[in-house]
């Protein structure tokens, strides 16, 4: 069986782009924290959609004496629902935290970046190249040679 080498390049792509996001999920978890200084924030609509919202923030943070200034709330840009947006902004100013990178202390973040999105693209990255590799008849369907014996014992009958 030969495999679809498109359909094995996304897999691939996905075990990559997998691997990379729960990569930064890890470290923006592992990161220290430091207070956030006159965090701010407000909800804009999305043009593109009436219902969710993004969340524009700005704070400063200090790190080892040096003042920083940032407007990242996440590694991806997150769109919230209404009720959502404006209880992460309630909950950010009243947590007060920034993570950052202590290799470079300017890189910083709010909310860590979810597991989720990481976890599925590892899932069906490795699913769509073992079903390419290995093949759905491995699986689901008998060996071809045990239908034809089946046939030639029934056709002896």
């Given at each position: 069986?030969?495999?679809?080498?498109?359909?094995?390049?996304?897999?691939v792509?996905?075990?990559i782009l997998g691997v990379v996001h729960v990569r930064?999920?890890?470290?923006?978890?592992?990161?220290?924290?430091?207070p956030a200084?006159?965090?701010s924030g407000e909800l804009r609509p999305i043009p593109i959609s009436r219902k969710r919202l993004?969340?524009?923030?700005?704070?400063?943070?200090?790190?080892?004496?040096?003042?920083?200034?940032?407007?990242?709330?996440?590694?991806?840009?997150?769109?919230?629902?209404?009720?959502?947006?404006?209880a992460t902004l309630a909950a950010l100013k009243r947590a007060g935290r920034v993570r950052y990178d202590p290799a470079d202390p300017s890189r910083a973040v709010v909310l860590p970046l979810p597991?989720?999105?990481g976890i599925a693209l590892l899932v069906g990255g490795?699913?769509?190249?073992?079903?390419?590799?290995?093949?759905?008849?491995?699986?689901?369907?008998p060996?071809?040679?045990?239908?034809l014996a089946h046939e030639a014992e029934a056709e002896v009958r």
């Open positions: 069986m030969n495999p679809n080498l498109s359909d094995l390049l996304v897999g792509a996905f075990l930064f999920a890890l470290l923006s978890r592992l990161w220290p924290q430091t200084l006159d965090l993004r969340l524009m923030i700005r704070y400063c943070y200090e790190v080892a004496g040096q003042s920083y200034t940032s407007r990242r709330v996440s590694f991806l840009d997150p769109a919230f629902d209404k009720e959502d947006a404006a597991w989720g999105l490795a699913a769509l190249c073992a079903w390419e590799l290995v093949g759905p008849g491995a699986l689901f369907t060996p071809a040679e045990s239908t």
